[in-house]
């Protein structure tokens, strides 16, 4: 969709943006970079030896750095894309070469515990706003990354108190040039919000491909060949990087076992309805239920087409 | 996908097939039994005022019946595809206009019961023989309907003890011919496999939309805006049509509590997990986890583009 992401701007908004962690979000986020012209130089850095030999490959930025400190000399922005675990050692790694002025930012799906996992690691003289791109797909690694995955998503920035309004202006211009919307809000109501629509929806997509991979009554194979009767829906974010979410649940634990815990007392109440057969119970909340999909679709955050267009109409 | 389809059979299976209940598969049975030349004549009957108007305007069939015993007239095949609740109902009133030798079948999701409440019905001189088609999208209603919903995916059939050996054959190459795979199982394992497979997977998705619709701390704008986290896909399959729903969680009460049972269990365990924090527990389900998608989307019953295609690679 190189026109809906539209032309580069006129002048870059940075002179050298490093990139640490290259994988689904990083490589997009690198590709999106160099379309739009938003830095003069990009830097990437994955502490895997294959991913940088893949990154040399693909060429999608000017340098492939050996090393995260290497990566950020000299940039002005410098995102990190790591996995949540992993943001406070490369921080304590890039915090002494971190040049005086730069905008030090994140992708992290949590926010409370990365803001006291890398704040301390970084110089008074950077701006840390940490960041989170409501955007994603169930593939990983940089060959899975595209320059338009951020078009129509939400960016949740979560400035500490304090920061400076120009890096954060600065920050959100570059957001909304990759086609993003960009929404301030506090790092405890970002993880509240987040464990509700993406962390306990990860976890019993998880839990119940789980469940079925453990039954003995129902086959394996069974489990597979009907699973368009709804269970495949949840096979797609249960496909999600393990690592990635390993680190999000150990890293937003009270926001999620909070959200679980409501989560746990309705489906009891469900479960109370279907045994008790209280059918009018049923309909109720399967209709309300239909209202909330047509909002997020018609604020474009969805496709309308059925299947989500697995399944073309032919006729 | 009129190609994958394949042309019209050499002579029509049956005579006359009426269809009781015309929504999505409802509907879409008549297009591909008038695409593939299934049935010579095809008439159609919905308890629905406005759906009889608007199957009349479609002209999918040959007639539009006001009664669902003026629609079985000489009918050799009859599905009913109305929600599992009303097949007794329906079954009561068709039974003395049924033609002696006719098949009957139906398209419900759950088999025990509508064994029980559809088979003292019918007369003798009769095949009953339940089926059900694992295919389906979040919308409802005789326009949603496609000829090709069938292709690729699994029929079961869940024959009676003593079925006639003919007419089964008969009814497996009928639903061979819509495009989709045959498979014969017992209703009580059919309702167990469905349980795990579809039930509990919608009836989970509708318990997370509530949950997430019922906050305080977390507007429903919130919810709508940063769905693309992962809780969008657990709307589509809460889209699905209620009353549909409701009977089928009425209909297969045991075996749903049953699985549900499991699912809980797992939870509870997954929620120690993280209440531990148990990394290496987490990381090791969510590995295992992708297997089972990628066996899913190998053997044909998923698209492999992420997102479903909702968001086409750009470069």
Request: charged share 25%; net charge negative.
């Amino acid at each position: 969709m190189p026109d809906q992401l539209g032309a580069p701007i006129a002048a870059p908004l940075f002179e050298r943006a490093a990139i640490i962690g290259v994988g689904l979000i990083g490589s997009s986020l690198a590709r999106v970079i160099r379309r739009k012209g938003l830095a003069r130089e990009i830097a990437l850095h994955d502490s895997s030896d294959t991913v940088r030999g893949r990154l040399r490959e693909l060429a999608i930025a000017d340098h492939v750095a050996d090393s995260a400190a290497g990566a950020v000399e000299n940039a002005d922005l410098v995102i990190l894309c790591a996995p949540v675990g992993a943001m406070g050692e490369i921080a304590r790694e890039i915090g002494p070469r971190l040049k005086a002025g730069a905008i030090v930012s994140d992708v992290g799906s949590v926010k409370s515990s990365i803001l006291s996992a890398v704040a301390p690691h970084l110089p008074a003289s950077v701006h840390f706003i940490p960041a989170h791109p409501v955007a994603g797909t169930e593939q990983s690694g940089p060959d899975a990354g595209f320059a338009s995955l951020f078009l129509n998503r939400w960016t949740i920035l979560t400035p500490p108190e304090g920061a400076d309004p120009k890096a954060v202006a600065l920050l959100t211009a570059f957001w909304k040039n990759t086609g993003a919307h960009v929404e301030a809000m506090a790092p405890g109501h970002h993880d509240l919000v987040l464990a509700i629509t993406s962390h306990v929806p990860h976890l019993i997509a998880y839990n119940i491909v789980g469940t079925a991979a453990d039954l003995e009554e129902v086959t394996q194979s069974e489990v597979i060949k009907f699973s368009a009767g709804g269970f495949r829906d949840f096979t797609r974010i249960a496909a999600s990087d393990p690592i990635m979410w390993r680190d999000i649940f150990l890293n937003n634990k009270d926001a999620v076992l909070e959200m679980l815990g409501r989560f746990s007392e309705d489906l009891t109440a469900l479960q109370r309805m279907i045994r008790r057969e209280d059918g009018e119970g049923l309909e109720k909340l399967f209709t309300r239920t239909r209202a909330i999909r047509r909002s997020i679709i018609d604020q474009g955050q969805e496709t309308a087409a059925p299947d989500f267009g697995r399944r073309p109409k032919d006729d």
